[in-house]
């Protein structure tokens, strides 16, 4: 069949490749390359196409002919082709994912980072589990739950507002677990005791382990010392300016840098016996054009795009001498790995956590040191 003529529910016989970033697999069929949901390396799946674009054809696997050793029964019943969108890996074993995610990681500093393999092998990128959930359920402490047209309850299917009708999500915390139970309100957080109250829309970490992970990350890379200045960019409710502001102690100085006027709130409650940390309400980008000062280390913690050139190369002409970025997304920061390196900012150290089990996405905090 010619290239152009795979439309949407054809089904094909294809060899699972590598995994790609977002959750798929990468197969090839009619001279074309699909990202397939449901498959694992090397496995021999039929495939039914789900989408075909100019550049990208997509499929669900919706047989298995054979199966990868790391398959495993999906322990959600609203799992599979056609069926809840929210997670990507139900149907593969909990160390199998972290591997994935590892090698995602790995292809994205390689591809968009463009570091050589030799620089790879410095670092060690394999994604830690986080303390609390070992069979990577029950987890998330916030939920979205849809309703359809017909007023019924459900799951969002992947790429569609179509709504999986659903009783109750699995990897959600028992108190957010089943619709109508979603805590839309305030919610109280602690980390490393200090307490946080934050509203139900803003941004917190959903993996409860996260928040004290990140941060114990963040302060080690960064190693922040009394009577330091430091920038904490995109500081949502001051997670870390919070323990930031603890190491500078009443000398030091430490500037959160945050649009959210709720999160910026949220912080103000948190951190209000922390005299050092200001608070600025604002744009990252425009509060660098006229940010004070050289800071010893600054904190970036971008939304998904990740912080892009203009931030970057605004902190870099700052010179910080230490630079920990907190991701989200591995692509976002291979990308901004790439402008680090091209400003004088080198890779120095990377920690990856399952932050988000039964999905395909991590979190990435990594270290940047000044090039001598
Ligand atoms: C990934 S969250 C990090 C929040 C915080 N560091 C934490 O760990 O809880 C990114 C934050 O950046 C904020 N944000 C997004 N774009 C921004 C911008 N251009 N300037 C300032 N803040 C921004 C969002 O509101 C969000 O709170």
Redesign the pocket.
Known sequence: MAAEGLVVGDEREVRIGTIAHGGHFIAHSDGRTLFVRHALPGELVRVRVTEVARKIVRADAIEVLEASPNRVPAPCPWAGPGLCGGCDFQHVSLPAQRELKEQVLSDALRRFGRLSDEELADFDLAVRELPGHPDGLGWRTRMTWATDSAGRVGLRKHRSHDVVTADRCLIAAEDVSAPGSAAAGRVDREVRGRAWRVGGAD???VHPGLPEA?VDAVLEFGVPAVGETWWDL????G??AAFLGEAVGESGRVSA????PA?VKAARRALHDLPQVGLEEG???RWLRTAPGHPAGVVL???RSGAGCEVLESVTERAPDRLVY?A?DPVALGRDVAILGGNGYRLANVRAFDGFPMTHHLETVAEFRKDL
């Open positions: 941004f917190w970490q990140l995109y500081s949502g409710a997670l870390f840098v945050e649009s959210s999160g744009d990252v980008a913690d971008p939304p907190v989200c």
